[in-house]
């Protein structure tokens, strides 16, 4: 209780409150550019950060982590533009939304779910997570190739109507995901004695041009001068009624756990999270059709899924001293820099300071409701009223800028043109795009896991289903592929006996 | 062309002083690895007192990618002028070129100083059937290819460490590359691995709560952080070590006065008690050699890595 209370009384100093306050915002507005991501930010900012207190530095990692999870939205559901990638999501009911004239209440909703899903991920790395970092400890390769497979298998939710197209969709991902050095290897795959190629793709480069690009230039397609008029604008009246709200609690619960499981095994990230989130929400529904046409429950279960991926994200590093992402890693070497060991003992030696760091991750996420729902959302939504001739060369100046900045080289302003033509074109033809990501990210992984897993068991494919959690993770990935079908089958037949019993009667 | 001539014509009054007053400007240091990791984290702490040293402010550059050989090719671009040093640990100067094609070799750097040390570790769990490292590599070779060991990449130091240890007693255990010592970690305290192998500090905690037992570390002597490891020595394999070591360098060409201004900073910087007390919780050691003498031990370790990789088949 002692450390509660000084834990509390060294986190509500001035320093701390201003610097979780001041990151929040610049968080917002880091997700909301497209090409500035939390991860470059915090990349930057944190070691200008060694030489004050700890507890302000992590205040800004928090704020900004937090807070731009949220902003990447803003675009996301005005432009269809997602401002970090795990808000690509975001996009697939966001936009429908506001072009529905939602635009307001779409934000609103990201706004309530981030600080939600925020929230129960800072509360789980507060309560259990040490207990939850030990657990982990039972994934080995063969359980991550499962996982990276599970995740693949939503695919089949996200191809869209066409499936043929979406499967060459994910394929092309996996070819993408193969470039690079081979880790188990050595061997340099696709690179073209490239040296820049070695480490593969940048996955952030690639994505800010598959994803934002084409809407930008959809944008200068419309070549609309005037944008909308404030009496279009509809910001008043945006008042979300209980009744929606309580049809959303399902999602933010399911969601939230998603999240934080996909936050505390290192590999997948919060796209990730958001896609899954979505999924799973998509196939709760009673109406799975209309996911993708604007229903709050996508947006919902996309922001809550990618912001409680965040905390979740810290449970290994802070518990266990294994950074799972590039921002625990950067929180890592600050706090060793600080002359603190990264370890089990950790919150045991200095509570005050990891103790901190937890509570700052859960009061940014509130941060968010006051600066999203009462600033924010009123401020970004008058985008919509800026002329395509104006939006349009300021967004691809940003994009530039913030993928310049990642590694400061110019071939990664190319790698995000070419990738930006090749989503244009794929949108064109009704490639859907998400199945490339996904292939992205998890086919490394789950490529690589495998092959470990395989080495490890000399080549004995039955270590793959024998052991417990790959087995009970092989059956879900089963249950998610014959799921949506059985259902549509169920559905189906129920239509059609009602059909029937209203022809009796 | 007239701005040219005129830049051309105004050359040497901008370089004289320079080297008279050096630094005069911001220093820009490369990185090859990623933000927030060892040799990042030794490389901002030193930066922070080489600024007061120097009187000149350090811009940290983090490139990573292709186990460091993606940051030292883009620094082959500077020049050697003393405003652009490069901060790395010897994998990518003595291992890479080992297993891959690159644009640079020994002689494309002006060795600086060398900064600081540590070896890498095996360790097994409590319950391994060993208790020194005379037993663990009897234990190994007695069980060809039964134990599985972690290592942070095919090719990379760690596991060349490991295997001029094993061949010389002619040991065969199974490699496990994985991502970084994080992840060989994590593999080894969930029990999907036997041996952890890798550098230090991430391992030291779960030392001190009983969970890991390390039994060797691949430099000649004992490390004072892992008292129970033996060192090579003990197990006559003296010949076989390998270091984990932090150095900077400079483009090839840089002025003898500026390398000297460079090396006396340094050799004051690195042995600053708050460095030191900072390098023992990594469970490192600050070693200073300069110039030549660099020189020689970037050879004599290249060479010797050149003949383990060789006899793996991973040569380029």
């Keep these: 209780m002692e450390t509660i209370t000084s834990i509390l009384s060294s986190v509500l100093a001035t320093g701390p409150i201003l610097a979780m306050i001041g990151s929040s915002i610049l968080g917002v507005f880091i997700g909301a550019l497209p090409g500035l991501n939390p991860v470059m930010a915090i990349a930057l900012l944190l070691p200008l950060t060694y030489s004050m207190d700890p507890l302000v530095a992590l205040a800004m990692v928090a704020g900004i982590y937090n807070g731009s999870m949220y902003g990447g939205a803003i675009p996301a559901i005005l432009l269809r533009i997602p401002g970090t990638p795990a808000a690509i999501a975001t996009t697939f009911d966001g936009y429908p939304m506001a072009q529905k004239g939602q635009a307001a209440r779409a934000l609103k909703i990201a706004c309530w779910s981030s600080a939600l899903g925020g929230t129960a991920s800072a509360l789980a790395l507060i309560t259990v997570g040490p207990l939850l970092a030990r657990a982990t400890l039972a994934f080995g390769p063969a359980e991550y190739f499962w996982i990276a497979v599970f995740g693949m298998a939503s695919v089949g939710v996200l191809v869209g109507n066409d499936a043929v197209k979406g499967l060459m969709a994910a394929v092309f991902g996996l070819l993408l995901g193969t470039v690079g050095l081979d880790q188990l290897s050595g061997a340099p795959r696709y690179t073209f004695d490239q040296t820049w190629l070695l480490s593969g793709l940048d996955l952030i480069v690639i994505l800010v041009g598959l994803y934002a690009l084409p809407p930008v230039l959809s944008l200068a397609e419309r070549a609309d001068l005037d944008g909308l008029s404030a009496s279009d604008l509809k910001l008043d009246n945006v008042r979300v009624p209980w009744s929606e709200v309580k049809t959303l609690i399902p999602t933010w619960i399911r969601s939230s756990l998603i999240g934080i499981s996909v936050g505390i095994l290192p590999g997948a990230g919060g796209n990730v999270a958001a896609f899954l989130s979505y999924n799973a929400a998509k196939n709760a529904s009673d109406d799975p059709k209309s996911f993708g046409k604007g229903n709050p429950r996508g947006v919902a279960a996309a922001e809550c899924g990618n912001n409680a991926d965040n905390a979740a994200s810290m449970i290994p590093a802070l518990a266990l001293g294994i950074p799972g992402n590039v921002i625990a890693a950067l929180v890592l070497g600050a706090l060793l820099i600080h002359g603190l060991q990264p370890g089990p003992q950790l919150f045991h030696q200095n509570p005050q300071l990891v103790g901190g760091f937890m509570v700052e991750m859960l009061l940014t996420s509130l941060i968010i409701l006051i600066v999203g729902g009462a600033a924010a959302t009123r401020v970004f939504a008058q985008v919509q009223r800026l002329p395509g001739v104006l939006l349009v060369p300021t967004v691809l100046v940003l994009m530039a800028v913030g993928v310049y900045v990642i590694n400061g080289r110019v071939i990664d302003l190319w790698i995000m043109f070419v990738a930006g033509a090749c989503g244009y074109f794929l949108e064109k033809m009704e490639v859907p795009l998400a199945p490339i990501v996904l292939g992205l990210i998890l086919g490394p992984m789950a490529e690589q896991n495998i092959r470990r897993a395989l080495l490890i068991s000399r080549g004995d494919f039955s270590d793959l289903v024998t052991r417990p959690i790959s087995a009970t993770i092989a059956i879900a990935t089963l249950a998610l592929i014959i799921w949506p079908i059985g259902s549509a089958l169920f559905r189906r037949r129920k239509t059609s006996n009602d059909a029937q019993n209203e022809e009796v009667r | ?316």
């Design chain 2, 1 to 316: 062309m007239k701005k040219l001539l005129l830049g051309i014509a105004l050359l040497p009054l901008v370089a004289a002083p320079a080297l008279a007053e050096y630094p005069e400007r911001a220093i820009e240091v490369t990185v090859p690895a990623p933000a927030g990791g060892g040799t990042d984290t030794s490389a901002r702490k030193l930066a922070i007192l080489l600024e007061k040293e120097l009187a000149a402010s350090m811009a940290i550059l983090n490139v990573a990618g292709g186990g460091g050989s993606v940051g030292v090719t883009q620094f082959m671009q500077a020049q050697p002028d003393g405003y652009s040093l490069l901060a790395t640990w010897n994998s990518p100067i003595t291992t890479v070129p080992q297993v891959q094609k690159t644009a640079y070799g020994l002689d494309s750097f002006t060795p600086i100083a060398s900064t600081s040390e540590t070896a890498y570790t095996m360790c097994v769990k409590p319950d391994f059937p060993a208790e020194d490292g005379a037993q663990f590599l009897d234990e190994l070779a007695a069980n060809p290819n039964k134990y599985t060991y972690g290592n942070d990449g095919i090719g990379g130091t760690m596991q060349l460490a490991a295997e001029r240890i094993f061949q010389q007693r002619d040991i065969k255990a199974v490699a496990i590359p994985f991502g970084g010592a994080g992840e060989t970690l994590q593999n080894f305290l969930g029990g999907h691995i036997d041996i952890y192998g890798g550098s230090i500090s991430p391992v030291l905690p779960y030392v001190e709560s009983g969970e890991a037992k390390c039994l060797i570390v691949t430099s000649a002597s004992t490390v004072d952080a892992l008292p129970q490891a033996a060192g090579l020595e003990s197990l006559d394999l003296a010949a076989q070590e390998t270091l984990l070591w932090r150095m900077f360098l400079a483009p090839a060409g840089l002025d003898q006065a500026i390398a000297d201004r460079l090396v006396a900073a340094l050799e004051k910087t690195v042995n600053d008690p708050e460095y030191v007390e900072f390098l023992a919780t990594k469970g490192e050691i600050p070693h200073v050699v300069t110039g030549e003498a660099l020189s020689a031990r970037l050879q004599s370790e290249f060479d010797g890595l050149a003949e383990a990789a060789k006899n793996l088949g991973l040569s380029q």
